[in-house]
Each structure stands twice: as C-alpha cells, then as structure tokens.
C-alpha cells in the first residue's frame, strides 16, 4: 500500500508523480499499451519484450510491464475485469503520459455471432450494457421501467482497428477474424443474458433486445 501523501481528490498523485490505483509515474507508461484482464496474460505476452525495463504489482490490483518490442516502447497492464477498472486505467494513464495514446483491449467474450472457440473478435466499436436498479426494487409488478438499459454505440479509432484486423487476418486468416460492435456490460452474469435460476434477472429477452437495437452486435464482454 503506497505510504505517500496525496494531497488532491481529483487527480491523486504523490509528490513524485505517482498515481494512486495503477502505481506508475511519468516514464514508467508507454504510449503504446495492450491492456489484458490476467496477470498470467499479461506476463506471458511480456516475454515477447526485450529488454523489460519496468514492472510493478499495485495495491489495486493493476500490473504493469513495460519494455521494449522491435524496439519500440511498449506497456502490457492487466487491469482486471469491468469498466470501472478500465476508468481507472485509463484516467491514471493519461495524468503520467504526454502525447497521443494507442491502446488495444486484449481478452475474452462471449459471441453472439457465427464466430467459434479460436476465432478473433475485432471491435469497431462498443455500446454499453446495464441493468436498470429501480426495475429489481419492490415486487415485480411495481417494477419501474425496463430492466436493462442497451446505449448507443460509439466507433472505434478506424485506423488503429483497421490496422488490428488486418495483422491478425494475416496471422491466422480472414476468415477467422470477426468485426462488429462488442457490447460492454456493467456484469458478467444478468446483464449478458447468462441465465440462471439463483437469482432473479429478468433477462430471459436480453440477447433479442440487443439484436434489436444493435443488430451489428458480434460479441459482449465486461
């Protein structure tokens, strides 16, 4: 646990910079990250670096590795599951690091398309999922408007996604990469549409609702 003082709320840094949740200060982040949800992940594509020139754990659970890959500066963080990790990640990445950002999203998720175990999704953009709270209080016949909420999609940067399905076209064939909208859920479980009889959902439509509304959806993740 960091034991150094942090005077600001808004942007929680140390007095040598260091941030608060992900633990690096200026020049131990890349401008180019992949960022994974497993630490294993995370080490395994590090030995891909030569030479490693930064590694640190967090209190927080955010794991950090920074070297170099065909000579160029690079960084694999595994920030864990959701989006508030990821506005975590993202957040004290930008107060540590100048200039433009290139961050690629490495994991799994569940299709909701033809693609299979093995095949590779490539998000041209992402919409998020949630659960609307007021549905689930009180009995089902007062529940208070739908119970999950499925919001516009926003775009991907079209060049560096370009560039993502392309080299891994190449690598593994075309016809094993998939492109679409990835829905981001605010849970693994109720607001995937995995079903289940221990707790109560109302999810029983949510797949059908995000066809609906997103019908270039290929894949959801949190």
């Not at 909701?112 to 998020?128: E, L, M, P, S, W």
Request: glycine letters at 14%.
């Amino acid at each position: 646990m960091p034991d150094e003082q942090m005077t600001s709320a808004n942007q929680p840094r140390s007095h040598t910079g260091r941030t608060y949740h992900v633990e690096t200060q200026p020049g131990q982040m890349a401008n180019r990250i992949i960022t994974v949800g497993d630490p294993a992940r995370a080490r395994m594509l590090a030995q891909h670096l030569d030479p490693v020139l930064f590694e640190h754990a967090s209190h927080r659970g955010f794991l950090t590795i920074t070297g170099l890959y065909r000579g160029l500066p690079l960084s694999i963080v595994a920030i864990g599951m959701g989006p508030s990790m990821m506005d975590f990640f993202v957040r004290e990445t930008r107060m540590v690091v100048d200039g433009p950002l290139a961050i690629v999203r490495l994991g799994s998720c569940g299709s909701i398309c033809q693609a299979r175990i093995g095949d590779v999704i490539v998000a041209k953009g992402a919409f998020g999922i949630g659960r609307n709270y007021a549905f689930f209080d009180g009995d089902q016949e007062d529940a208070r408007g739908d119970a999950y909420v499925v919001w516009p999609a926003v775009g991907a940067d079209e060049r560096l996604t370009g560039r993502v399905a392309g080299g891994l076209g190449r690598a593994l064939g075309m016809d094993r990469v998939f492109e679409g909208l990835v829905g981001n859920a605010d849970s693994f479980y109720g607001s995937q549409g995995r079903q289940g009889d221990d707790f109560y959902d109302a999810n029983a439509g949510l797949l059908d609702l995000v066809h609906k509304q997103q019908p270039g959806a290929v894949a959801l993740e949190m």
